[in-house]
């Protein structure tokens, strides 16, 4: 598992003995560490309940919304830890896109797109408004489509389009690093193909760390894998020799479709 | 009922010589779909025949009575009142001191229950979970059932009484604000509980501070259900007769003096009541409360489909 752990190279996360628990007795994250490297796609596989998605969240503390829930370890994003960090900062340098698509219904296109600015009371020059919007939608290859009406609402956008714009708003920001839950679950296969190659294409510039429960996606799209079960990380490595040579005898179970 | 049976037995009869107890259930249940469809079209045509009824009836006897005095003037003393009946003439005057003073009391109220609802109701959705959320919204249910005359009591003892020493528009603004607030406060919270989690979340995940979330976020998304529960709650307290009876009184003059009484447009129309000369014009002060509801209504449809949420 500390294959990937042991290249110490350009990383640009580190995740050191992260336990999370949503309530006292059970872990739904248990001793994780992992470093994740800078601008590339690395995959978060495992069975439904393992706690993908709770890892996931912990990395841009979305998942302290729950009350209750008890984090130990920490997350180094750079050489600070990010739960020394105030949100606000975190989330503008690690952005975060859903399972469902999920624009502003009362915002335009235009300003869903730079709703970071405007929810954050960051104020913008007009040029420098319509330069990241410009820059972003054509980011996510979506500025042919919607350029004309920019400043109504997405509400005729297909889920995919929607998806796609998720995107944009989150790039409108240029985080470091961006974190995807499932983001194409939702969608239909074109759909999801332009969403992967828009992960790909964005690979260049960003971090990208994409929770899948699609092993076909994972190894389309990803450079790199973790493979976690029942709260545990237990294979962590490059996609290709985790596909070709699974170490763990549950990973392998997993990849050959035993269980998930 | 005989029709029921004789029905029945009409289908029997065809149905008994192909002795096909499938079909024949069918049929049957056929018809109890069609008895049960007509009777529900015969209730909801009572029910819209009787709208129709008070309208009509309210129209046929007030519409003489509605012109630009009506709007304008203040209400008539019964003398003029008494003169211009007796030579079979239009009641002079008009009902503007009810109007404006309804206006005035509502906005006031409003202007209370309003931010007051909506921070109790998005308190109340944000910590559904704890004791004294719970506490808060089963008060307002309470709230909400307790009869508007004791309520009109409660002002009168905390605000007549103590404060502005004499019935005054600020008193029946009061009642009616405790009033409107359960409403508010409940509509609020069923309205933000209708906004998907995951557009809090996309708000939180872009770093929002949680204030922000709520007033640019939630309440825009939930702005039809708000408006609507507004709206709601002033067109239950604008006909509302028995608060302001404690509270303000009246007023035969226009007034905006806040600690002064004032008049409202259900008030007048029992005072019309109680005066044998007047009674003309509580068809068209009725006619008027019930187009102003209306509008009000159909306001708010206007805006909601305009946002289109
Ligand atoms: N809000 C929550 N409250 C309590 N337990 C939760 C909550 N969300 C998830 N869990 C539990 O944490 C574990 C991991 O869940 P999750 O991270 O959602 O898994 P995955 O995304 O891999 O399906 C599961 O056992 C789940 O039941
Ligand atoms: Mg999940």
């Known amino acids: ?28 994250v248990k001793d994780v560490s992992a470093k994740v490297k800078k601008k590339t796609i690395t995959a978060i596989m495992g069975p439904s309940g393992c706690g993908k998605t709770t890892l996931l969240r912990a990395i841009n503390r979305m998942h302290e919304l729950y009350p209750d829930i008890h984090t130990e370890g920490k997350i180094m994003l750079g050489d600070e830890n990010i739960y020394d960090m105030s949100t606000i900062n975190l989330r503008r340098r690690i952005g975060m896109v859903f399972q469902r698509p999920n624009p502003f219904p009362t915002m335009s296109i235009y300003d869903n797109v730079i709703a970071g600015y405007k929810l954050n009371g960051i104020h913008l020059k007009r040029s420098e408004r319509d330069e990241i919007v410009e820059r972003s939608l054509k980011n996510v290859a979506l500025w042919d489509e919607v350029k004309d009406s920019l400043h109504s609402r997405g509400n005729f956008l297909s889920g995919g389009q929607q998806q796609r714009l998720c995107v944009a708003r989150t790039l409108a920001f240029k985080p470091k690093i961006i974190l995807l839950d499932e983001p194409t679950s939702a969608l239909d ?55 070709t040579n699974p170490r763990d005898p549950r990973t392998e179970a997993y990849l050959t479709g035993k269980f998930g | 009922m005989d029709q029921t049976t004789t029905l029945n037995k009409k289908y029997i009869s065809t149905l008994s010589d192909k002795d096909d107890i499938g079909n024949l259930l069918i049929r049957s249940r056929k018809l109890k779909d069609r008895l049960f469809k007509i009777a529900a079209m015969f209730f909801s045509f009572i029910t819209i025949a009787m709208v129709f009824l008070i309208i009509g009836s309210l129209l046929a006897k007030g519409l003489k009575q509605i012109n630009w005095a009506f709007f304008t003037q203040v209400a008539p003393d019964t003398f003029s009142a008494m003169m211009a009946k007796s030579s079979g003439q239009v009641i002079p005057g008009g009902i503007v001191n009810g109007i404006l003073g309804s206006i005035y009391l509502v906005a006031l109220a409003s202007a209370m229950a309003v931010p007051f609802g909506i921070l109790i109701g998005v308190y109340i959705y944000e910590n559904s979970k704890k004791r004294y959320a719970a506490i808060i919204r089963d008060i307002a249910d309470i709230l909400q059932g307790v009869p508007s005359i004791v309520i009109g009591i409660i002002a009168y003892i905390w605000i007549v009484v103590p404060l ?146």
Not at chain 2, 180 to 201: D, G
Not at chain 2, 227 to 247: D, F, Q, Y
Not at chain 2, 257 to 277: G, M, R, T
Not at chain 2, 283 to 295: E, N, P
């Open chain 1, 189 to 243: 296969p074109i759909s999801t193909a332009k969403i992967e190659d828009l992960l790909v294409e964005l690979k260049q510039e960003y971090t990208i760390i994409l929770v899948t429960h699609n092993m076909s996606q994972a190894a389309r799209i990803s450079d790199n894998a973790m493979f976690m079960y029942l709260g545990e990380l237990v294979e962590y490595d490059s996609t290709k020799d985790m596909f």
């Open chain 1, 1 to 28: 598992m500390t294959e990937m752990n042991d290249k110490k190279d350009d990383s640009i996360l580190s995740i050191e003995h992260l336990s999370i628990r949503y309530s006292d007795d059970k872990l739904a």
């Open chain 2, 164 to 309: 502005t020493k004499g019935y005054s528009v600020f008193a029946g603004s009061v009642a009616l604000a405790i009033m409107m607030l359960p409403l508010i406060v409940r509509s609020t919270e069923e309205s933000l509980k209708m906004v998907p989690e995951t557009l809090k979340e996309a708000a939180i995940a872009l770093g929002t501070p949680y204030y922000k979330v709520i007033l640019r976020v939630l309440i825009p998304s939930s702005f039809s259900g708000l408006m609507g529960g507004i709206l709601l709650a002033i067109s239950r307290v604008l006909g509302e007769t028995a608060p302001l009876m404690l509270t303000t009184l009246g007023n035969p003059q226009v007034n905006w003096h806040i600690e002064k009484p004032v008049s409202a447009v259900p008030l007048l129309i029992w005072q019309f009541y109680n005066d044998p000369n007047m009674v003309d014009l509580i068809w068209s002060s009725a006619v008027f409360l019930m187009g102003f509801v209306l509008i009000l209504n159909l306001a708010s449809r206007w805006i909601c489909a305009k946002k289109k949420i």
